[in-house]
């Protein structure tokens, strides 16, 4: 309980830190344009990279597959956690009639069961965590393939991301609107 409320406040950080820098990268770039703006007209191009992530074919067939393999995890924690609580009641049962050795045997067996439970969940959440990165890694490379060739093509300077509200105003006579592009490359 204590760890997901450490990872809960460790992502709602990572997720401020990622908004921050997305913040001051649009800073940097508006500030660039601004200077270049002066000398000659640079063209950009912004999408959601969020919503064109999700519209690819193959996103759902890789949501499914961390589905199952989250859903494989779930079920052997939860089979773990039965087999400790039966050997615990069945413990709590006994226990007032144990020897005092035999009593202290068996309260280790139970917490070394228990500390084995909390590896296999810290273990379970990075393996997961791992093939989240490994199965997103071919779709984030298609992306920035289709990205590199829309750039190219039309000529922009760079394409922004406009996910997290890094960039809440953006002038459509100097930037391009190109999520419908990027949908349509990526759906091909």
């Not at 921050?20 to 912004?46: D, E, P, T, W």
């Not at 064109?52 to 079920?75: G, I, N, R, T």
């Not at 809440?168 to 759906?187: R, T």
């Amino acid at each position: 309980m204590k760890n997901d409320k450490l990872m809960i406040t460790y992502r709602m950080l990572m997720n401020n830190k990622m908004r921050l820098a997305m913040r001051m990268v649009a800073i940097l770039v508006i500030y660039h344009l601004s200077l270049f703006n002066a000398s000659a007209q640079v063209k950009f191009g912004y999408f959601s990279y969020d919503r064109a992530f999700k519209s690819m074919p193959e996103y759902s067939v890789v949501q499914k597959q961390l589905s199952d393999l989250k859903a494989q995890y779930e079920a052997e924690a939860k089979r773990v956690e039965e087999e400790f609580n039966r050997k615990y009641e069945a413990f709590l049962e006994v226990q007032r009639e144990l020897a005092p050795t035999i009593l202290n045997k068996r309260q280790t067996e139970l917490q070394e069961l228990m500390a084995r439970n909390i590896q296999f969940k810290e273990e379970a959440r990075k393996q997961f965590a791992d093939a989240e990165k490994e199965n997103y890694a071919p779709l984030r490379q298609k992306i920035s393939d289709v990205l590199r060739q829309i750039g190219g093509e039309r000529g922009y300077a760079f394409i922004l991301n406009t996910d997290a509200e890094a960039c809440p105003y953006i002038d459509p006579v100097m930037g391009e609107d190109i999520s419908e592009v990027v949908e349509e490359a990526l759906s091909k």
